[in-house]
């Protein structure tokens, strides 16, 4: 089992910068692959980025060049680097954990956190 609660979301205007944290608690997060998601009002959860236990990062084309996904084992926590943010980046930002290979669809992660609220103001 593991919990993960993520923070640093808030109001920024539009080109500044965010990071998010999400911290995991539970069993050692090391063993999972871990994701970003977000969902914008009456939108679908998409995927925004994610790691490998290894520490290789892939990511939407949406924000590629502008996020950056990052991960420290040792105090089982996964960031996201927000740069150049954009309205529509504006959503609540998921974290998200699975066992063995990451993966961009939401379906198969097995951990939520409850989300942070990204708002990028033009």
């Known amino acids: 089992q593991v919990q993960l609660v993520e923070s640093g979301g808030g109001l920024v205007q539009a080109g500044g910068s965010l990071r998010l944290s999400c911290a995991a608690s539970g069993r050692t997060s090391s063993s999972y692959a871990m994701g970003w998601f977000r969902q914008a009002p009456g939108k679908e959860r998409e995927f925004v980025a994610r790691?490998?236990?290894?520490?290789?990062?892939i990511y939407a084309d949406s924000v590629k060049g502008r996020f950056t996904i990052s991960r420290d084992n040792a105090k089982n926590t996964v960031y996201l680097q927000m740069n150049s943010l954009k309205p529509e980046d504006t959503a609540v930002y998921y974290c998200?954990?699975?066992?063995?290979?990451?993966?961009?669809?939401?379906?198969?992660?097995?951990?939520w956190g409850r989300g942070t609220q990204v708002t990028v103001s033009s």
């Open positions: 790691i490998t236990r290894s520490g290789t990062g």
């Open positions: 998200a954990a699975r066992a063995y290979s990451a993966s961009s669809y939401p379906s198969d992660y097995n951990y």
